[in-house]
């Protein structure tokens, strides 16, 4: 009686994570399974792989035999699954006619194994009528996040289907797919042993591979060519690591280069060292390969997303200038006022993030003057109404050009839109008042007058810089511009 209870009771609690017709988990157990397997390899640097299984041509097997000999082949192939993997392994049914294979402590190769195992033990039962066809991601090598994994799975599950069924298909690399290049990274150590060591790591794992035996040396390599990353030794004969760190790191066209330190295991001195020079991480040596690839998966993932917003910022700076080339009387314009107002802003002790976007904003306030005729930007005379109207509307434009961008531009893009706003609520384009108007648009509203009145126009010579500023002091006085603000750029530039 109680054994009949406690089965019961067992069953209740299962039906929570199992599915009922396979008896395998289901796919919410598997998804929490799966991140806790992603956790648990990225603490213990151990590799795991998803494999995801598919029936070929499922619903026309049960179109042939009906849902009941369908539902009876699910559950054999499942069976067939179960037994093929390891108790630590984890089958769920992933989604109808699809499982998800969740393998420990398994890389790619071994996972090719099992998965090659099983897809011909399922020809072999039904004579070559059930064919599976299977994708395999691994951790880390293709991905570094679990929704990564699945993603990467299920496009070598597709790839295995469009070519042809029955087969099993690893996730491409990006090498096999020659979409990208390959990334070079640079290995500085004066022991010619590491260096081969480290290059053995690595050329299998597909990077290219430049090495260094000293500090010098290394400055000489990357001042001549494009480095994706550096692992450097600490010790060297002539310049240490610290030093090379410490300039690559104080070097504007090379600071973002993420620099792996290679010490010896707890030497915490070293470290602390490091961290002072600049370096983004350390490995321990012996290095271990999937710690190492980790690492340096991860930074130069960080490296290419900073890349992507330098090309993105010479982008928008190509587009000022050609706004610039449009309007021959304005040249040089948005760079004295993002420099002006760069220095505006540290005078009145502003953060440095907030200077950052005023310096990228100043060059770029403008940009939507591409949208303005040539013979509006350029008259040599006061505008009428409706030019007035067209030329106003470059703030606008140039919020919606750049609006896709928002997250990256965050303030810059409110000033591009508001650098016309009147404190008043006579400017344009949205008429806001006092608070409305943001402190970055205020500060620019100011500079880019001053610039305007101190250089010349189509239709005026340019002013002497004290009549610039009264001309700014009537318009704050009159409630236009922030007052503070005037008087901060009157002190600086007199
Ligand atoms: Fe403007
Ligand atoms: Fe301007």
Known sequence: MYRQLMEEYEHEINSHFTDSLTGLFNHGFFQTALDLEFKRSKRHM??????????????????????????????????????????????????????????????????????????????????????????????????????????????????????????????????????????????????????????????????????????????????????????????????NGYEVCRRLKGNESTRLIPIVMVTALNDMDAKIRGIEAGVDDFITKPPNKLELLTRIKNLIRVKSLNNNLTSLKSVLFSLANAVEAKDAYTRGHVWRVSETAVALCKKMGLSEKTIKAIKLAGIIHDIGKIGVPENILNKPGPLDPVEREIMQRHAQIGYKICLPLKKTLGIALDIIRHHHEKLDGSGFPNGLKGEEVSLGARIMAVVDIYDALVSDRPYRKAMTKQKALEILREEAAEGKLDSRIVEALIEMVQ
């Open 46 to 239: 151990t590799p795991f792989a998803l494999a995801l299984i598919d029936i070929d041509l499922f619903s026309t097997y049960n179109r042939l035999y009906g849902h009941v000999e369908g539902d009876r082949m699910l559950k054999d192939i499942a069976g067939l699954i179960k037994d093929s993997i390891r108790e630590m392994d984890l089958a769920a049914r992933y989604s109808g006619d699809v499982f998800a294979v969740v393998l420990t402590r398994t890389d790619a190769d071994q996972a090719l194994t099992t998965m090659e195992r099983i897809r011909q033990a399922a020809g072999e039962r039904s004579n070559g009528e059930i064919t599976l066809s299977i994708g395999i991601a691994s951790y880390p090598r293709d991905a570094l996040s679990p929704e990564g994994i699945i993603s990467k799975a299920q496009e070598a599950l597709f790839q295995a289907k469009i070519s042809g069924k029955n087969r099993v298909d690893f996730s491409k690399t990006e090498k096999e797919t020659g979409e990208e290049q390959k990334h070079r990274i640079l290995v500085v150590d004066d022991e010619p042993r590491n260096l081969k060591l480290l290059e053995a790591l690595l050329l299998p794992l597909d990077y290219d591979v430049i090495k260094a035996g000293g500090g010098e040396e290394a400055l000489s390599i990357v001042s001549r060519m494009e480095v994706d990353l550096i692992l450097l030794d600490v010790m060297m004969p002539g310049m």
